[in-house]
């Protein structure tokens, strides 16, 4: 029977399968944070279940963890408490924690791929709704809750039912100015929050095959928006070329090896998708977000459409915005340029690369936060800092920072942000705050402009 890339990954990982049930599938990567463990943690300690695998299990600090002053103490209790607890628990389980300030702390999405942790061919869980991030190396990854935390830190296994598939093909060439956060956000606004709901995705066609890891990264990191468990990109030389040389990557001929296995995870001609949606890469243009969720995007030189349904109305209401209303010229205060989806150096590139020898616009505060630590040394390396700095932009310490309101790094009631983040829902960035989510290039364009500016026309 023909397979599917993700046929082909589940089913090297099945401990135990039941006809028409749920399979016993084995984790080989496990990644924690401060903010879904502890209860994991607890409910082991007070069961006397011993952790599996501690070799297993990587951990990082990064959702409410400061992005100013890291060398200080945390000024909030509960994140404070939670990165002590998180600490506590990984030296007395034997766990790797990269805890704020290490050379390797990061964003779990971010340094996980960066580090060689995550390699073709794996299952990656963490309890992180972005963890599909890891997809982009051709592995089965997504998020899981906490109940499913302790199972894995129990067993490392997982009891699960096999989901559907789905695949979405993209073929043809980009325009200029269009980027990966372009074509996802593209993808979700025609098929839907809720496409993905019951299926794992494969991206595949031309546009995917001609990006870089980092570009895949952001393509699948967004899958989880459109209801997916999770995304996958085939590996191929690009992956290879990525991972070679990585701390924690195979070095030598176990590379080789593992190389070879890895060049066969593609899905084999005439297999079969559950099912599937092509696009023309030529119909995609640089997008925003107007409403409270992913799926209401838009192309920058487009209007808000027209819709009578009263959720629509609502989203529409919360975002001050009108039904045929069009977003370029909107001002706009708040800008930042971060998160598991857009804070890899390829990113911070793009924007640094738009604002060189220009000024913010002075009614605009706009935050630059690296993914990890070795974002934050290669944009020094890079000289990226001193063009940030020069235009106006503050450039803060890795985190998770104003992609959700869990630390200090919030938008205030009724502003807007232009945001590289992942999710627009309402109060997502700080309580009565409204987000619209973009591109790297966009927003850089946006803090320049002080106002939502047609891209397109700004492109040499």
């Given at each position: 029977?023909?397979?599917?890339?993700?046929?082909?990954?589940?089913?090297?990982?099945?401990?135990?399968?039941?006809?028409n049930?749920?399979?016993?599938?084995?984790?080989?990567?496990?990644?924690?944070?401060?903010?879904t463990?502890?209860?994991?943690?607890?409910?082991?300690?007070?069961?006397?279940?011993?952790?599996?695998?501690?070799?297993?299990?990587?951990?990082?600090?990064?959702?409410?963890?400061?992005?100013?002053n890291?060398?200080?103490?945390?000024?909030?209790?509960?994140?404070?408490?939670?990165?002590?607890?998180?600490?506590?628990?990984?030296?007395?389980?034997?766990?790797?924690?990269?805890?704020?300030?290490?050379?390797?702390?990061?964003?779990?999405?971010?340094?996980?791929?960066?580090l060689?942790?995550?390699?073709?061919?794996?299952?990656?869980?963490?309890?992180?709704?972005?963890?599909?991030?890891?997809?982009?190396?051709?592995?089965?990854?997504?998020?899981?809750?906490?109940s499913q935390v302790?199972?894995?830190f129990?067993?490392q296994?997982?009891?699960?039912?096999?989901?559907?598939?789905?695949?979405?093909?993209?073929?043809?060439?980009?325009?200029?100015?269009?980027?990966?956060?372009?074509?996802?956000?593209?993808?979700?606004?025609?098929v839907?929050?809720?496409?993905g709901?019951?299926?794992?995705?494969e991206?595949?066609?031309?546009?995917?095959?001609?990006?870089?890891?980092?570009?895949?990264?952001?393509?699948?990191?967004?899958?989880?928006?459109?209801?997916?468990?999770?995304?996958?990109?085939?590996?191929?030389?690009?992956?290879?070329?990525?991972?070679?040389?990585?701390?924690?990557?195979?070095?030598?001929?176990?590379?080789?090896?593992?190389?070879?296995?890895?060049?066969?995870?593609?899905?084999d001609?005439?297999?079969?998708?559950?099912?599937?949606?092509?696009?023309?890469?030529?119909?995609?243009?640089?997008?925003?977000?107007?409403?409270?969720?992913?799926?209401?995007?838009?192309?920058?030189?487009?209007?808000?459409?027209?819709?009578?349904?009263?959720s629509?109305?609502?989203?529409?209401?919360?975002?001050?915005?009108?039904?045929?209303?069009?977003?370029?010229?909107?001002?706009?205060?708040?800008?930042?340029?971060?998160?598991?989806?857009?804070?890899?150096?390829?990113?911070?590139?793009?924007?640094?690369?738009?604002?060189?020898?220009?000024?913010?616009?002075?009614?605009?505060?706009?935050?630059?936060?690296?993914?990890?630590?070795?974002?934050?040394?290669?944009?020094?390396?890079?000289?990226?800092?001193?063009?940030?700095?020069?235009?106006?932009?503050?450039?803060?310490?890795?985190?998770?920072?104003?992609?959700?309101?869990?630390?200090?790094?919030?938008?205030?009631?009724?502003?807007?942000?232009?945001?590289?983040?992942?999710?627009?829902?309402?109060?997502?960035?700080?309580?009565?705050?409204?987000?619209?989510?973009?591109?790297?290039?966009?927003?850089?364009?946006?803090?320049?402009?002080?106002?939502?500016?047609d891209?397109?026309?700004?492109?040499?």
């Open positions: 029977m023909k397979k599917t890339l993700f046929d082909k990954v589940w089913d090297k990982h099945i401990v135990e399968s039941v006809p049930g749920p399979d016993v599938l084995y984790i080989d990567q496990h990644l924690i944070h401060e903010v463990s502890p209860q994991a943690f607890n409910e082991l300690k007070e069961r006397g279940i011993p952790i599996l695998r501690p070799d297993k299990i990587v951990a990082t600090a990064d959702h409410n963890t400061p992005t100013v890291q060398h200080l103490p945390v000024k909030d209790l509960l994140s404070r408490n939670q990165l002590k607890q998180l600490a506590k628990n990984c030296k007395e389980n034997d766990i790797t924690l990269y805890e704020l300030g290490h050379k390797y702390n990061g964003i779990v999405h971010v340094m996980a791929p960066e060689g942790i995550t390699q073709p061919g794996m299952t990656i869980v963490c309890g992180d709704s972005h963890t599909s991030t890891h997809g982009a190396f051709g592995t089965i990854a997504f998020g899981i809750g906490t302790a199972q894995v129990a067993s296994c997982l009891l699960l039912k096999k989901p559907k598939s789905m695949r979405i093909t993209v073929n043809g060439q980009l325009k200029k100015g269009v980027l990966p956060k372009d074509v996802i956000l593209y993808i979700i606004s025609k839907g929050t809720n496409a709901t019951g299926y794992f995705c991206y595949a066609g031309e546009v995917f095959e001609n990006m870089t890891m980092e570009g895949r990264m952001t393509v699948c990191n967004m899958s989880i928006e459109m209801g997916a468990r999770g995304g996958m990109i085939a590996p191929d030389e690009v992956t290879f070329d990525y991972v070679e040389g990585r701390e924690f990557a195979p070095k030598g001929n176990e590379f080789q090896k593992k190389k070879e296995y890895w060049a066969s995870l593609k899905t001609t005439d297999a079969v998708f559950d099912k599937e949606f092509f696009f023309d890469a030529s119909e995609i243009e640089p997008m925003i977000t107007y409403g409270t969720n992913p799926g209401m995007g838009i192309k920058i030189t487009e209007r808000i459409p027209i819709s009578e349904d009263k629509f109305e609502k989203s529409l209401e919360y975002m001050g915005f009108e039904a045929g209303e069009s977003l370029v010229n909107k001002p706009i205060n708040y800008v930042f340029i971060g998160s598991c989806t857009n804070s890899r150096i390829e990113d911070f590139r793009v924007a640094a690369n738009f604002v060189k020898g220009k000024q913010k616009a002075k009614n605009v505060t706009a935050w630059l936060v690296p993914g990890s630590k070795q974002v934050e040394s290669q944009i020094v390396e890079e000289g990226l800092n001193s063009i940030f700095e020069e235009a106006g932009f503050q450039l803060r310490q890795p985190g998770c920072s104003a992609c959700l309101a869990m630390n200090d790094d919030k938008i205030p009631q009724g502003e807007y942000c232009v945001s590289t983040s992942n999710r627009n829902f309402e109060g997502r960035q700080g309580q009565g705050s409204r987000t619209i989510l973009a591109s790297p290039l966009v927003a850089a364009a946006t803090a320049i402009e002080g106002k939502i500016i891209i397109t026309k700004h492109l040499n």
